[in-house]
């Protein structure tokens, strides 16, 4: 009979990167944000209107894309705790 075997401390280790990857991101981003935010504070007019709208619109989606990153991450933390405990719960078993 075939032995699958799940190293759960590294499943959980690749949810962590993706969770700290995507805080370490969403710093970047912020940061981005604030500092355009400053550089456009003496633009006027349509240009800065354009830019504005677009640039939001770009963060909005990088952002969005970061949650999922996180929440994904979140879960796989997740799942590689439930594994072990199962596996812990199945070998305590006496068949």
Do not use: P, R
Not at 44 to 72: C, M, P, R
Not at 85 to 95: C, D, H, N, Q, R
Request: glycine share 4%; proline share 0%; net charge negative.
């Amino acid at each position: 009979m075939a032995k699958y075997v799940c190293d759960t401390q590294e499943v959980y280790n690749i949810g962590e990167s993706l969770c700290t990857i995507s805080n370490d991101i969403h710093s970047s981003v912020t940061t981005y944000s604030s500092k355009v935010d400053t550089d456009l504070a003496s633009w006027e007019g349509n240009a800065k209107s354009a830019f504005v709208k677009t640039n939001d619109s770009h963060i909005q989606n990088v952002e969005k894309k970061l949650k999922y990153i996180n929440e994904f991450g979140e879960f796989i933390k997740k799942a590689a705790k439930e594994i072990e405990s199962l596996e812990s719960e199945l070998a305590g078993l006496k068949i």
